[in-house]
């Protein structure tokens, strides 16, 4: 897990808690915004592909995805399913 501010470093275990939770990897999140029991913003690299992943805590669910690699093989329906599952 890295993070974009050191702050954040913190509350490691809340973010290790909140990735098992909507089934994230931490060994490939990137940590860009964290308010504890309101919002998160992370990216999560998977195989050749990176996605940001803005979470209400409040709500417990996932608000948006955005892909942030190029086109490349087409695969990112599959990941992005993902994903949908914690969006409401």
Do not use: C, W
């Amino acid at each position: 897990m890295e993070f974009q501010s050191p702050h954040y470093k913190h509350f490691s275990k809340d973010l290790e808690q909140l990735a098992r939770k909507f089934e994230l990897d931490p060994k490939s999140l990137t940590i860009e915004f964290y308010t504890p029991h309101h919002q998160a913003i992370v990216i999560e690299r998977l195989k050749d592909e990176e996605f940001k992943i803005h979470i209400n805590l409040e709500e417990e669910r996932i608000i948006s995805v955005k892909r942030l690699t190029e086109n490349g093989n087409g695969h990112s329906g599959d990941y992005k399913e993902k994903y949908r599952r914690f969006m409401k």
